[in-house]
T-cell receptor, first 110, second 114 residues
């Protein structure tokens, strides 16, 4: 079955890099996504990576995919207090349903 | 502005009452979804619809019902059969493309049953 696992909490200081990790179980996944949720709000798509890629960079965000280990990570460079939120990784098999992890709460302190 | 709207933002109901949550999108997306979010539980799929007049149960459909009479609208009814309805409900939509199927989310409705 499908399952997506994430650590629940990460605390960093402003200006440091943050790395949020995710493992998934379904090797058939076509796309993997990172979403951000601010308090009391919906989810906002941050970035995605296709399963045949190893890395994708988008401004301060770097996504690394290790398909052999089914491990996905999101690195946020120069983390700001506005980055404090819950981050969800999600996997897709390409049939329009996503399986989400339980989310990692990122707390950025000044 | 294209997007997904959910109303109301906060909803209070007495135990035993049915309640309907609204979700509207003007993105011309074929697929729409309802999720429930509880603290520390992530998102769990309630129902989804890939096309008008068709919908499928997700992982936790018991106690919920939906309809999809129009492409733009996918209302969710929380019935009195749902044992623990207090939660944050999120609606999403996607193009239903088999190539890439990122979902766009509404702002959510927080339902509290008293």
């Amino acid at each position: 079955g499908e399952d997506v696992e994430q650590s629940l909490f990460l605390s960093v200081r402003e200006g440091d890099s943050s790395v949020i990790n995710c493992t998934y179980t379904d090797s058939s996944s076509t796309y993997l996504y990172w979403y951000k949720q601010e308090p009391g709000a919906g989810l906002q798509l941050l970035t995605y990576i296709f399963s045949n890629m190893d890395m994708k960079q988008d401004q301060r965000l770097t996504v690394l995919l290790n398909k052999k280990d089914k491990h996905l990570s999101l690195r946020i460079a120069d983390t700001q207090t506005g980055d404090s939120a819950i981050y969800f990784c999600a996997e897709s098999l390409g049939y329009s349903t996503l399986t989400f992890g339980k989310g990692t709460m990122l707390l950025v302190s000044p | 502005d294209g997007g997904i709207t959910q109303s109301p933002k906060y909803l209070f109901r007495k135990e035993g009452q049915n309640v309907t949550l609204s979700c509207e999108q003007n993105l011309n997306h074929d697929a729409m979804y309802w999720y429930r979010q509880d603290p520390g539980q992530g998102l769990r799929l309630i129902y989804y619809s890939q096309i008008v007049n068709d919908f499928q149960k997700g992982d936790i459909a018991e106690g919920y019902s939906v309809s999809r009479e129009k492409k733009e609208s996918f209302p969710l009814t929380v019935t009195s059969a749902q044992k623990n309805p207090t939660a944050f409900y999120l609606c999403a939509s996607s193009t239903s493309s088999l190539v890439r199927d990122e979902q766009f989310f509404g702002p959510g409705t927080r339902l509290t049953v008293l």
